[in-house]
Every structure is written in structure tokens, then in C-alpha cells.
């Protein structure tokens, strides 16, 4: 039982992590991010900085992995955000 | 020290939870999503489900109520999405 506990904890980890991937990848190549919330992606990107200190403060490796990982992702959605916007629909 | 700890671990939580709404209420109103994945919010909504799962296994009040919260924020932009896709830019 312990068992499949785990294996949801690490499917949940897996899928909320890596699901700032296709939003990344969408981003850099329609560079239209008019939708995106800016305040979100601030917010964002700040408390999972918060969550990747306090992984390492506890020395969990999951925690500082994944939010290692979202960090990265989540930054390059803010500063494409940020690069884009205000400039109309679509940039070539 | 172990206090401070945890004030990085609540923040933390606090803003990861929280940002999905400045994007909730922007989708609302501006009734524009081209910018954003679907197969994101997708895969993100799939995940907090599990972490929620993987909170009422482990009976951890904080993992049920953050992702109890994003899962109803989350599934409002998954919702809009899908209801906006498709349709051009801006729907009045």
C-alpha cells in the first residue's frame, strides 16, 4: 500500500513539473505569450526559488530536483513574457 | 531555525498556489488563451489531482488544501482553453 502512495506522490511530482514544458517549448516557438499572465509567472517563479531553498535546507533531493527543473522552465516562460509583450498579437 | 525553515516552506506554497489565480482572473476576463498549452494545463491538472490523492493517502492537511485550491484554478483554465481555442484571438 506504501507502495502505490509513493507512485502517486512521484506521478504527481513528475506531471506538475514537466508540464511547464510544452508551455516553454509553445512559447519559444509561437513567441505569443498575450495570454500568459505575467503576475502568475512572477508569483510563480518566486515560490518555487522558495520551495528549491527550503529542498535544500531540508535536504530533500525530490523537492530540490523538481523545482530545480520548474525553476528553469518557469524562468524562461517570465522572461519570455516579459521579451513579448506589449508587442501585439504574433512576432514573427 | 526550524521556524524559518518552515516560513520558506508555507511561503513557498503560498505563492505556487496563489499565481494560478492573476492567470485565472486574466483568461476570465480577456477570454483570450491562444497563448497558452493545453497540453500544460492538461498535464498539470492530471498532477495536482494526484498530489491531492497523494495528500488524503498521507492525511497532510497543507498538500490537500494547496492542491485543492489549484485544482479548482487550474481546471477553470483547462475549461477556457478549451471553450477559446480555436477561436481567433479575442472574443468580446
Do not use: C, H
Amino acid at each position: 500500500m506504501e507502495d502505490i502512495v509513493s507512485i502517486f506522490g512521484y506521478l504527481a511530482a513528475i506531471l506538475t513539473t514537466l508540464s511547464f514544458l510544452p508551455q516553454a517549448i509553445k512559447t519559444i516557438r509561437e513567441k505569443n505569450t498575450e495570454g500568459i499572465s505575467f503576475i502568475m509567472y512572477g508569483m510563480f517563479t518566486a515560490g518555487v526559488l522558495l520551495w528549491l531553498i527550503y529542498g535544500l535546507f531540508i535536504k530533500d533531493i525530490p523537492i530540490i530536483v523538481a523545482n530545480l527543473i520548474t525553476l528553469i522552465l518557469a524562468l524562461t516562460i517570465l522572461f519570455l513574457k516579459m521579451k513579448y509583450s506589449g508587442r501585439g498579437t504574433k512576432i514573427k
